[in-house]
């Protein structure tokens, strides 16, 4: 059905800047997208969500300000802008998609794409 395969991750130092793509192939696509993000013994959390019909998002507060999610719908890929990155922003980011609702929670997606690494040395 959906295939979600996100890129971009990378190493780079605190303060620099990296952008995620998340490409969907496959008929079937989700009105929402979001990207949540994993760091070695910790779970899974939200970071950013956008609607796919207007563009409405939502953000975690730990990225409010420094990254930016945005869509191109004729490609069908969703971006990640992370700016000013932390150490703590170090993880596995993951795409994901629902039809569900702009939502928080791991459980409402049911499409998560492999994964991408992104570590930021201080």
């Known amino acids: 059905q959906v295939q979600l395969v996100e890129s971009g991750g990378g190493l780079v130092q605190a303060g620099d800047s990296l952008r995620l793509s998340c490409a969907a192939s496959g008929r079937t696509f989700r009105s929402y997208s979001g990207w949540f993000r994993q760091a070695p013994g910790k779970e899974r959390k939200f970071v950013a969500g956008?609607?796919?019909?207007?563009?409405?998002?939502r953000y975690a507060d730990s990225v409010k300000g420094r990254f930016t999610i945005s869509r191109d719908n004729a490609k069908n890929t969703v971006y990640l802008q992370m700016n000013s990155l932390k150490p703590e922003d170090t993880a596995v980011y993951y795409c994901?998609?629902?039809?569900?609702?702009?939502?928080?929670?791991?459980?409402?997606?049911?499409?998560w794409g492999q994964g991408t690494q992104v570590t930021v040395s201080s």
């Open positions: 956008i609607r796919r019909t207007d563009g409405i998002t």
């Open positions: 994901a998609a629902t039809e569900v609702g702009l939502s928080d929670y791991v459980s409402s997606y049911d499409y």
